[in-house]
């Protein structure tokens, strides 16, 4: 107790930690000052986005902005003490200043960047006593014992050390490589000036380059010599190729089908199969089909490679559609077809008027004569497919109900006319009988 007083009283009485005390405060100052001055001319640091609410890039780098003052204070404070201080002080009170601010810049960086409570705790309970060892310079005797912690496996020596190294950062590297990819997949997607299936491929070779740059640095940290994989590598690359043929087919299928345009985020397709759906997402190994009903449909895709589809929607949004319906044989056709013509049109998601050609617009006609009445159909456009939202068909179908009751018009149902032959013979018959 005695020992640690004495210590106390010569620092508070030595000349060079009021010394130091001014460098730190000096430092903080004009810390503060040229992180203002920066803010000024940067207008990305200077105000937030509109949509503070979304998380953007833009985002991020304003609130990164608010780590200029530590940085910059740090960055004095080295400089100064370097230049102004005694080589053989210990310059404990700067030490702990760095340390202090090291330790908040670190914090705040990890609440800025990682959203995750658990992974941000995890981040702060390992990576604040490492930074505050590493600033102190404590860390190397800590590593030295951790080092020598170990056991041995055959030729293999594991240490604790190893073992912590490894699962520190190649956590942080798989984080930062899932950060890094979906910044720049949503970067590369805002470039309107690509087409958009030039964005998807560059988005995907971007997704399969982080993840094998992340696969090395983790394989340099374990301390695995990549030369020495060469040789696994080539065995393992032939098992793969018989392996996993169906992945790789997959992958490169999906490659193909960005690169040659016969689908797109949006397109409906149908399937073979019968099934249907909006094209919602474009993946490495599948292709997603949103249905009318709500449910996603995971199709490989090599299936659009290998076999056949239908793709409503590829060239332009305009489909032909067709609704059935009958009249009486004594209506009047030629007054009927114009009347249901006129109706049609004037449905808002059918294509009608001058600003279309004859052939899109919507056209009654005759398909057949039937037991009951005479068979009829409507032909019409529309920039949409008939299904889900929008059921034009259903209510083509209530329009023209509507119009044939308004203006007269019958619809047919079976009738059965039943004739008795000979009756004069069959009466004779049932009275002789009787």
Known sequence: MNELLATLTEALTDEETYLQAALIAVSVFAGQTGAGFIRRYLTILKQPPADATQPTLRLTIYQLGRLLVPALTILILKISSELLLNPE???WLIVVAITILVVYAYFRAINILVSNQLAARALLMVGIPLLALQT????????????SIGIEVGNIRITLLGVLRVTIFGSLIFWLGRISNATGQQA???QEKL???TREVAAKLFEIGVFVVASLLLLQIMGINLTALAVFGGAL???LGFGLQSIASNFISGLIILLDRSLSIGDFIELEDGRSGYVTALNMRSTTLETFEGKDIMVPNEMFITGTFVNWTHKNQKQRYRVDFSVAYN???RKLVEVIKEAVAAHPQVLSGEQYPIEERPDCEIDSFGDSGVNMFVEFWIEAIDDGKNRVGG???LIIYETMRDHGFTIPFPQREVRILNEGEAEIKSAGKK
């Open 89 to 91: 002080s210990k310059g």
């Open 136 to 147: 102190v310079g404590a860390l190397p005797y800590l590593t030295s014992i951790l080092q």
């Open 188 to 190: 590369i997607r805002k």
């Open 195 to 197: 087409d958009f299936r």
């Open 237 to 239: 690359g032939v098992g």
């Open 331 to 333: 209506t009047d056709i």
């Open 395 to 397: 209510d083509l179908l």
